[in-house]
């Protein structure tokens, strides 16, 4: 076994833990170690890299890791950092988000075999509960004046035009018993999760306790926010998510590029497998020559591969480097497909282009000129590029011999204003 706690300790991750020993309990045997994702969205986002980052270290220190997905609790809403009442889902939406969960897990768990990992989802136990039952055997381990003391609930209590439901309120026995469950039924003695999950966690731990025998223990992890005080993972619109059908590769890549030199390196720390030594260099490279941002390019490419693959980034790094203005690079079919999410797009059919289009008719079609008098003057005054390369004769027809890229062309007015062309045989 590797130490966990000391990995996590240099990296960042670590906020509370239930036990001072919590180091020798995790290194005296092989632990099973679980966190729970809220299925309320069809994908978890950047603030979920830590719980997610967290369990892959687990599993890189020997541990098993349970990634639970909370198909039960989800219908009901974790009150903990919430000022207002959550909108409840239905059942088939839970079940499709937590299918699409799965899938950007697999990415950094190893969830191939029961004995190396497992996802769950605590639908499977919690839907069927005999409600007397639960009350019976569960609730008469919960003190209700130990839970409105919890932050969650006592925050709630205090406003006045909110307030909490017996719904929510209820949440923490459930948590706790998802805890016991999985003592009980896969060996599970430790759950991380992030700080504002202590109570739920504590709770958990107690109730194993108090009904099993069995010692359990807690992790946490800081939530994080920028060195701004800005939320982290919340781009100008809105979250960034794992799926890439919500945030393009791309948008990833850039949000990551666009780190603070203040954030950089706890994020390397955070959110790559770096080892210690390949992060103090960059950390020594943010002094020496902050505005080559090394370190920003590694985050970038090491982040966004975790997520989307090394492919996704080699697409990402040849688009980026088309969008900032390089005639050298030809793109492949997923570096045009991914421009194409970037970028205004059209077709044209490559009949049309083999009789030939005036320049200045296709700028106003594309709608990078406003009239073909702006669209001359334009040309003339080497604001038009093609394929990245000034085109001043206004002239000049753009024909098939234009097409050296994989049937497209990129079209740019100034600096900034691209439209791709695809082309398409009639």
């Given at each position: 076994?590797?130490?966990?706690i000391?990995?996590?300790?240099?990296?960042?991750?670590?906020?509370?833990?239930?036990?001072?020993?919590?180091?020798a309990?995790?290194?005296?045997?092989?632990?099973?170690i679980?966190?729970?994702?809220?299925?309320?969205?069809?994908?978890?986002?950047?603030?979920?890299l830590?719980?997610?980052?967290g369990?892959?270290?687990?599993?890189?220190?020997?541990?098993r890791?349970?990634?639970?997905?909370g198909?039960?609790?989800g219908?009901?809403?974790?009150?903990?950092?919430?000022?207002?009442?959550?909108?409840?889902?239905?059942?088939?939406?839970?079940?499709?988000?937590?299918?699409?969960i799965r899938?950007?897990?697999?990415?950094?768990?190893?969830?191939?075999?029961?004995?190396?990992?497992?996802?769950l989802?605590?639908?499977?136990?919690?839907?069927?509960?005999?409600?007397?039952g639960?009350?019976?055997?569960?609730?008469?381990?919960?003190s209700?004046?130990?839970?409105?003391?919890?932050?969650?609930?006592?925050?709630?209590?205090?406003?006045?035009?909110?307030?909490?439901?017996?719904?929510?309120?209820?949440?923490?026995l459930?948590?706790?018993?998802?805890?016991?469950?999985?003592?009980?039924?896969?060996?599970?003695?430790?759950?991380?999760?992030?700080?504002?999950?202590?109570g739920?966690i504590?709770?958990?731990a107690?109730?194993?306790?108090?009904?099993?025998?069995?010692?359990?223990?807690?992790?946490?992890?800081?939530?994080?926010?920028?060195?701004t005080?800005?939320?982290f993972g919340?781009?100008?619109e809105?979250?960034v998510?794992?799926?890439?059908?919500?945030?393009s590769?791309?948008?990833?890549?850039q949000?990551w590029?666009?780190?603070?030199d203040?954030?950089?390196?706890?994020?390397?720390?955070l959110?790559?497998?770096l080892?210690?030594?390949?992060?103090?260099e960059?950390?020594?490279?943010?002094?020496?020559?902050?505005e080559a941002?090394?370190?920003?390019?590694?985050?970038?490419?090491?982040?966004?591969?975790?997520?989307h693959g090394?492919?996704?980034?080699?697409?990402?790094?040849k688009?980026?480097?088309?969008?900032?203005?390089?005639a050298?690079v030809?793109?492949?079919?997923?570096?045009?497909?991914?421009?194409?999410r970037?970028?205004?797009?059209s077709?044209?059919?490559?009949?049309?282009?083999?009789?030939?289009?005036?320049?200045?008719?296709?700028l106003?079609r594309?709608?990078?000129?406003?009239?073909?008098?702006?669209?001359?003057?334009?040309?003339?005054?080497?604001?038009?590029?093609?394929?990245?390369r000034?085109?001043?004769?206004?002239?000049?027809?753009l024909?098939?011999g234009e097409?050296?890229?994989?049937?497209?062309?990129?079209?740019?007015?100034?600096?900034?204003?691209y439209h791709l062309l695809?082309?398409?045989?009639?």
């Amino acid at each position: 076994m590797q130490d966990l706690i000391s990995e996590l300790r240099w990296r960042g991750f670590l906020a509370q833990t239930t036990c001072d020993d919590a180091a020798a309990f995790l290194l005296s045997e092989r632990r099973t170690i679980y966190v729970g994702f809220d299925p309320t969205a069809p994908s978890l986002h950047l603030g979920s890299l830590v719980p997610i980052m967290g369990l892959a270290h687990a599993q890189r220190a020997g541990h098993r890791p349970i990634a639970l997905v909370g198909g039960g609790t989800g219908l009901i809403g974790d009150p903990s950092g919430k000022t207002a009442e959550r909108v409840l889902l239905t059942r088939e939406k839970v079940e499709e988000n937590c299918a699409g969960i799965r899938k950007q897990l697999e990415r950094f768990l190893d969830l191939s075999s029961h004995d190396a990992g497992l996802m769950l989802n605590n639908a499977d136990w919690l839907l069927d509960l005999d409600l007397v039952g639960f009350l019976r055997d569960i609730g008469k381990y919960f003190s209700v004046n130990e839970m409105i003391r919890r932050d969650s609930v006592r925050m709630r209590l205090e406003e006045r035009d909110h307030g909490i439901s017996y719904t929510e309120f209820s949440y923490m026995l459930l948590q706790a018993y998802d805890f016991l469950h999985l003592c009980e039924h896969h060996g599970c003695t430790v759950q991380m999760g992030g700080s504002d999950q202590w109570g739920n966690i504590v709770s958990g731990a107690d109730l194993i306790r108090r009904r099993l025998g069995v010692r359990a223990e807690g992790i946490t992890f800081p939530l994080l926010t920028t060195s701004t005080g800005k939320k982290f993972g919340k781009s100008e619109e809105g979250a960034v998510w794992l799926d890439a059908n919500l945030t393009s590769p791309y948008q990833m890549y850039q949000y990551w590029l666009q780190t603070p030199d203040g954030d950089v390196v706890p994020y390397l720390k955070l959110f790559t497998f770096l080892e210690q030594a390949a992060v103090d260099e960059l950390a020594d490279a943010v002094v020496r020559e902050p505005e080559a941002r090394a370190a920003q390019k590694a985050l970038a490419a090491e982040c966004t591969g975790l997520v989307h693959g090394k492919d996704a980034v080699r697409a990402v790094e040849k688009a980026s480097q088309i969008l900032f203005g390089s005639a050298d690079v030809i793109p492949d079919r997923e570096t045009l497909a991914l421009l194409a999410r970037e970028a205004p797009s059209s077709e044209i059919s490559r009949a049309e282009l083999s009789a030939g289009v005036a320049l200045p008719d296709l700028l106003v079609r594309t709608g990078l000129a406003e009239s073909k008098g702006a669209a001359r003057k334009l040309v003339e005054g080497g604001g038009v590029y093609i394929n990245n390369r000034r085109v001043t004769d206004v002239r000049k027809p753009l024909t098939l011999g234009e097409v050296e890229w994989p049937d497209a062309i990129l079209l740019r007015s100034g600096k900034k204003s691209y439209h791709l062309l695809r082309t398409r045989a009639d």
